[in-house]
């Protein structure tokens, strides 16, 4: 089983990356502002995701500090 890892960043702060995460039973949101991470993350649907935007945001190679 492969886990997919998405980064996309954040197009009001820049400093700001979303990882998305692609689970079997769904998907796990975590963010990042200046290489750390805020917060523990959250398993959430894609539904929920693309309502807030992180989709529409430029995908990024990885989580620069």
Do not use: C, H, P
Not at 45 to 63: L, Y
């Amino acid at each position: 089983m492969a886990v997919r890892r998405t980064y996309y960043r954040d197009r009001w702060n820049e400093k700001k990356v979303w990882e998305v995460v692609k689970l079997v039973g769904g998907y796990y949101l975590r963010q990042y502002i200046s290489g750390q991470q805020v917060g523990r993350g959250m398993k959430t649907s894609k539904k929920f995701i693309k309502s807030i935007g992180v989709f529409e945001f430029e995908e990024v190679g990885g989580i620069a500090g």
